[in-house]
């Protein structure tokens, strides 16, 4: 396996590598900017919003961001053992970051089974639509970061992976809390 | 397993003890976060501070578990910008 370091000091070299870092810019933009409109459209009907936003269960979005920061937490376990050429215990972190994921997912699945059976489903107010279309959006990535991390598991098991590759998966995971730590706080507790 | 786990926590507390005061700080933070928002949520400048906080704890996860810390200043930069652009627009707004 490539463990060689990486000179994170240039500029091209940010850790995981210049592209994801381009893709984890334009991701938060593109939240961030959707954030923003959500905010503005606030203002629109205060009340409304002030309304629909009491039927999200704040405990739920707190333990989720638990979760996913534990989550993060033992990515970058995994990380650091991989640097130290300590494969097997690598392997191991990366079956706990999965499994915080799985959790995530499992508490989300919950909350949207509830909000369906009450009948906030998208299309419901404008609060919703945000709700959904934003959590959703998350949720995929969520999903597509638990595929990278498997295909990751199967080149840690196989000794093929490299270096590059596990700091860039690292990175679009650490994207996912990124993301989930600028919704949790605007759709949860904010209005 | 009985010998397991004490190995696996020891050798996360041996290696890691700044992410383990990083992990520790987000989750306070999260909680201080969700019990402020539904403790003060009539107060006029509460929502500030909830962003605030979730800025910090964005800083965390990035520079910390993401190593920006380690990169070149242009992206440390360019994240700041972006989170005071962002904090900016939605204090205004909200």
């Not at chain 1, 994801?20 to 009340?47: C, D």
């Not at chain 1, 650091?80 to 191991?92: G, I, P, R, T, V």
């Not at chain 2, 005061?21 to 402020?36: K, N, R």
Request: net charge positive.
């Amino acid at each position: 396996m490539e463990t060689e370091k990486i000179d994170n000091k240039n500029i091209y070299y940010p850790p995981g590598g210049i592209l994801m870092w381009i893709l984890i810019l334009l991701e938060l933009i593109t939240f961030g900017i959707a954030l923003i409109v959500l905010a503005m459209s606030s203002k629109e009907n205060p009340v409304a919003f002030l309304e629909s936003s009491s039927h999200l269960n704040a405990t739920y979005g707190a333990v989720n961001t638990v979760f996913l920061l534990t989550s993060g937490f033992f990515m970058a376990t995994t990380v650091h053992q991989f640097k130290k050429k300590d494969f097997k215990k690598a392997s191991f972190y990366l079956n706990i970051t999965m499994f915080g994921g799985v959790l995530f997912l499992i508490l989300k699945s919950l909350e949207y089974y509830e909000k369906i059976e009450h009948g906030f489903v998208l299309g419901y107010d404008t609060f919703f639509n945000f709700y959904w279309l934003l959590t959703g959006f998350h949720v995929i990535h969520v999903l597509v970061g638990l595929i990278i991390l498997l295909f990751m598991k199967r080149s840690l098991t196989k000794k093929t992976a490299m270096l590059e590759d596990v700091e860039a998966s690292a990175a679009f995971w650490h994207m996912c809390d990124l993301i989930w730590l600028l919704l949790f706080p605007i759709l949860y507790l904010v209005f | 397993m009985v010998i397991i786990i004490p190995n696996f926590i020891f050798s996360i507390l041996v290696m890691q003890k700044k992410d383990i005061y990083t992990l520790v700080g987000l989750i306070i933070l999260t909680i201080i976060t969700a019990l402020f928002a539904t403790t003060f949520n009539s107060m006029k400048y509460v929502s500030i501070i909830i962003l605030t906080l979730s800025i910090v704890k964005f800083v965390l996860v990035a520079f910390q578990f993401m190593e920006l810390k380690k990169a070149h200043s242009f992206w440390k930069a360019i994240m700041i910008i972006y989170l005071a652009i962002f904090l900016i627009v939605i204090g205004v707004v909200v």
